[in-house]
């Protein structure tokens, strides 16, 4: 078989020159460039966007206030009534009743004792029956001295009579006469004199018995006007006028003791029965947990409901210990309360306004303006400042949803 022999011609590429190599790559270059440049311009402009969206805060009308159910401890001017005997406690003033200076709020009476002092009255009443007391309380002794005298006297002028006659037995009987008048006398007066003793002595037993008796009822009285209370705790000192503790409110957090005197108790010397609570001071101490007490802090006004009641207060201070705040008041009207510890609901006033950064406000010549957006422009707006709080200013209310800078500085000077 024959080969062919045909030829195949090839003609080699011709070489890329090294300056067209060179301009490929400068467009490449310049394509990379163009790219880069239009994503940099685009995050740029994205990046300024947001700053001047996150620049502007939307306003709405909020009510300013808080509420909130809290411990608390009542102070007030008070003073303790105790007993002075032993005995059984008879109340006569209510709970919660008001009473005036020098009024009987209860009494004690020993019973036993009692029983026993009328027995012994009775007694000394009827042993004094048997005395005369006419004789002792009258000038007969007197009386007798004077016929004792003008006895003797008649006596002695017939003893004269018998010696002028020398008759020795005229004068030993009148001599003995006289000294039978004279001893008969001493006798009688000797006899009386041991009667009235005894009788005297009769007279000033039943005086002290009786005296006895009257103060077995001890009568209770209120030194001073107020309410009358029978519950008292170990803080009754503690709490005396105007001298509660501003500080160190340890004394908050202890469990106190109570006691309640009752009717028909049986009570000791010197136990305290009863308080009466003065009408003119009455303080509120009311502890607020940190975390939840901002606009309790930033309040001008309170008000507090006691027993579901709401009772005026004026703020004195508020002291922050740990984490509590306590706010001290003092309360316009009494409320009414038994116990020292109880829950109140405190509340501070409402306000309706609209809460700014303080940034966002701006200050000129007394006045205090911010920013309101209006289309691609920021116009001044004068506004009226309700209450500095915290990190916030609240202000007067403007349009509901507007636009305002939060921060002045972004405002081209």
């Not at 590429?13 to 190599?21: D, F, L, T």
């Not at 005086?207 to 803080?235: C, F, M, P, R």
Request: glycine share 2%; hydrophobic share 35%.
């Amino acid at each position: 078989m024959r080969r062919s022999t045909k030829t195949v011609s090839y003609r080699p590429r011709r070489p890329v020159s090294r300056r067209k190599k060179k301009k490929k790559k400068i467009k490449i270059k310049l394509i990379a460039f163009i790219v880069v440049l239009i994503l940099a311009i685009v995050l740029i402009f994205s990046a300024v966007k947001s700053l001047f969206s996150n620049s502007l805060i939307t306003l709405n009308k909020i009510t300013w206030g808080s509420e909130l159910t809290v411990d608390c401890a009542f102070v007030y001017n008070s003073h303790i009534i105790t007993s002075t005997n032993d005995g059984i406690l008879h109340l006569v003033a209510e709970e919660s009743q008001n009473v005036t200076s020098g009024q009987a709020i209860a009494n004690v009476v020993n019973e036993e004792k009692e029983a026993e002092l009328k027995q012994k009255i009775d007694d000394l009443n009827n042993k004094l029956k048997d005395y005369d007391s006419s004789k002792y309380t009258t000038t007969t002794e007197v009386t007798d001295v004077e016929t004792m005298h003008n006895t003797v006297r008649s006596l002695i002028k017939s003893y004269r009579y018998y010696r002028s006659y020398k008759s020795t037995a005229g004068t030993t009987k009148i001599m003995d006469e006289i000294q039978k008048v004279m001893n008969s006398f001493y006798k009688d007066k000797n006899q009386t004199d041991s009667e009235k003793q005894k009788y005297l002595e009769l007279k000033e037993e039943l005086n002290i018995a009786q005296t006895d008796y009257d103060h077995l009822k001890d009568e209770l009285i209120a030194k001073s006007s107020g309410i009358v209370s029978y519950t008292l705790d170990n803080l009754e000192e503690k709490f005396a006028t105007d001298s509660f503790p501003l500080s160190d409110h340890e004394w908050f957090l202890q469990k106190q003791s109570f006691s309640t005197a009752k009717d028909g108790d049986t009570v000791v010397k010197e136990q305290k029965i009863a308080k009466v609570i003065a009408n003119d001071k009455w303080f509120i101490i009311a502890r607020v947990p940190q975390k939840e007490c901002e606009n309790f802090l930033n309040a001008n006004n309170f008000t507090v409901k006691v027993n579901e009641e709401n009772t005026q207060v004026v703020f004195l201070n508020s002291v922050a210990e740990k984490k509590y705040v306590y706010f001290y008041f003092q309360v316009n009207e009494k409320p009414t309360i038994t116990t020292r510890y109880n829950q109140v609901l405190l509340a501070t006033e409402q306000v309706e306004g609209m809460e700014i950064p303080k940034n966002a406000l701006e200050k000129i010549d007394d006045k205090t303006y911010v920013y309101q957006k209006n289309g691609k422009v920021y116009e001044k707006v004068e506004v009226e400042i309700l209450k500095e709080l915290t990190d916030k200013i609240l202000i007067k209310s403007l349009k509901d949803g507007i636009k305002i800078l939060k921060d002045t500085s972004y405002v081209r000077r």
